[in-house]
């Protein structure tokens, strides 16, 4: 239990162009989902939590306008990174969080991560 | 301001040592998550503490909650080459995750 997937597990795009990550928690319902980056070797930096059905808390430092953030649904949200650019490139990772059977409510599960490249 | 700091930051020992990571803090968790990440993968949970004082183990692997529920450890006994990844700590603070800088360990055969 407590999967989560991301989709795709990689892109290359062009500057200028919208990309959009998807994450799906498959057998539990995500009260709650987080969206984070990281750059080699370094620890995760958290951009922004998004509960189902409201907007987006975005970390000091994020922009919400670049980057967009959608949680339809218990088992979805989405990360669209709007303009990218070079310095855009990095690996996006997602988590989700809302008691999956049998574990602790604010245990965090992660997906496997989005390699994004922009060109 | 880094919450949370996890050290070694690096580390390469010998199959068969054992070592011992760290993360101190001066804030309190409400709970304390240790994952393991192998490149281009998304972190692991290994283990959850939430009890002042907690021990828990997991084969090789010994985690421990500070009384104050403000650092933590982890502890591998007798390295094995497949531990080799990027061991993250992480405190429980207001619903999110505070993430300490990581441990690069590599265990040479």
């Known amino acids: 239990g407590a999967v989560v997937s991301q989709h795709p597990s990689w892109v290359i795009c062009k500057s200028g162009t919208s990309v959009k990550i998807e994450c799906r928690s498959l057998?539990?319902?995500?009260?709650?989902m987080f969206w984070y980056r990281q750059f080699p070797k370094q620890s995760l930096m958290l951009m922004a939590t998004s509960n189902e059905g409201s907007k987006a808390t975005y970390e000091q430092g994020v922009e919400k306008d670049k980057f967009l953030i959608n949680h339809a649904s218990l088992t979805l949200s989405t990360l669209t990174v709007t303009s990218a650019h070079p310095e855009d490139s990095s690996f996006y990772i997602c988590s989700a969080t809302g008691g999956a059977k049998g574990r602790i409510p604010y245990e965090q599960y992660f997906g496997p991560g989005t390699r994004l490249t922009v060109t | 301001t880094q919450l949370l700091e996890q050290s070694p930051q690096f580390l390469s020992i010998q199959e068969g040592e054992n070592l011992t990571v760290y993360c101190n803090s001066s804030s309190v968790f409400s709970s304390l998550q240790w994952y393991r990440q192998e490149p281009g993968e998304g972190p692991v949970l290994l283990v959850t503490?939430?009890?002042?004082?907690e021990v828990k183990k997991l084969k090789r692997l010994t985690f421990q909650f500070g009384d104050a529920r403000k650092d933590s450890s982890l502890h591998i006994t007798a390295a094995q080459p497949g531990d080799t990844g990027l061991y993250l700590c992480?405190?429980?603070?207001?619903?999110?995750?505070?993430f300490g800088q990581g441990t690069e360990l590599s265990v040479k055969p």
């Open positions: 057998d539990f319902q995500a009260t709650t």
């Open positions: 503490v939430v009890t002042g004082g």
């Open positions: 992480a405190g429980g603070q207001g619903g999110k995750l505070i």
